[in-house]
């Protein structure tokens, strides 16, 4: 946590001024320990909540109300992140972590179009690539708390110790497997200008219906897998395999209406794919991309997690 809030006219203005200053850092935060603006926005909320349940003497008493703030807030995510498996498992179908568009195309998803909505608060990098999130679902609460809050928004050991209950040392093991298990699960990526052209070979291919090209494009071992959480049909379990994969593709081609509409855009800060129905967001495309094959897709069906997502 780099911003700490600095004294105001009074310690009531401080912490006021903390929530304020920090409440877009806090976003950040919470996004991506989750997985889910819905949820992280809900953690900040909470964090605030208890914030202005303190006495004043007890607000007083804080001498860095930005470091309070930060604190609370990862608690709150590890005890969502160990009620989220439980959940999860209740989920039907495989669940994906939300993929976000880019700041010029996001929709509050209601009517009104208030500037205040939390996907305006998530800065895009490579922190939030869908293939990242993807792994820290792999981690347990405590690896991916540590993980996150020290090799991403770089807080020391000590302070992290204090979120997640453990020792300095314990949590410098938690982030030291947490980050062997990025490095395994995700070989040097292609640079962007290649991932780019790689997903728009593939949009032309699907269009095609070139099932020789598709495989081309994806790795023997590639997979794909759709979340749908109940709400939208899609294919219930991961497809595992190019050829597969592209067969799958190619019925999908073949299954599209007269008012679909297919366009490459940004999916969480890489080059995806967002299918249009009748100009309404139905599915979203993220890929990862290693040399020059797709080696998974992510297809979020999810209506709930498309709320976000503007028309083309």
Not at 55 to 76: N, Y
Not at 278 to 291: E, I, L, T
Request: aromatic share 6%; proline share 5%; charged share 25%.
């Amino acid at each position: 946590m780099t911003t700490r809030s600095g004294q105001g006219h009074g310690q009531a203005d401080r912490g006021l001024e903390a929530i304020v200053s920090e409440r877009r850092q806090l976003m950040n935060i919470a996004y991506r320990l989750l997985g889910s603006l819905a949820e992280a926005e809900d953690a900040v909320q909470e964090t605030c909540a208890r914030w202005y349940a303190l006495s004043p003497a007890q607000r007083d008493a804080i001498e860095s109300p930005g470091a309070w703030l930060t604190t609370v807030t990862g608690r709150v995510c590890l005890n969502v992140l160990g009620s989220a498996r439980v959940r999860r498992e209740t989920y039907v179908g495989e669940w994906i972590p939300e993929p976000l568009p880019e700041r010029t195309e996001w929709t509050t998803g209601r009517s009104g179009g208030a500037t205040d909505d939390p996907a305006e608060r998530v800065t895009l990098d490579e922190s939030v690539d869908l293939a990242f999130l993807v792994v820290l679902e792999s981690m347990t609460p405590a690896e991916r708390v540590a993980f996150i809050l020290h090799d991403v928004f770089c807080l020391p050991f000590a302070e992290v110790a204090g979120i997640v209950g453990r020792t300095p040392a314990a949590c410098r093991q938690l982030a030291s497997s947490a980050r062997r298990r990025v490095r395994a699960s995700r070989p040097a990526a292609a640079p962007a200008a290649e991932r780019a052209d790689i997903v728009r070979d593939f949009k032309r291919a699907w269009e095609a219906q070139d099932i020789a090209a598709l495989i081309a494009l994806l790795d023997p071992d590639a997979t794909a897998t759709a979340d749908g959480g109940g709400l939208a049909v899609t294919f219930p379990h991961p497809i595992e395999g190019g050829e597969r994969i592209a067969s799958a593709w190619l019925e999908i081609a073949r299954r599209r209406t007269g008012g679909m509409a297919l366009l490459e855009r940004t999916v969480s800060g890489q080059p995806g794919l967002v299918a249009l129905q009748d100009g309404v967001v139905v599915s979203v495309f993220a890929f990862d991309v290693a040399g020059d094959r797709i080696r998974n897709i992510w297809v979020m069906r999810n209506p709930e997690k498309l709320i976000h997502w503007t028309t083309g």
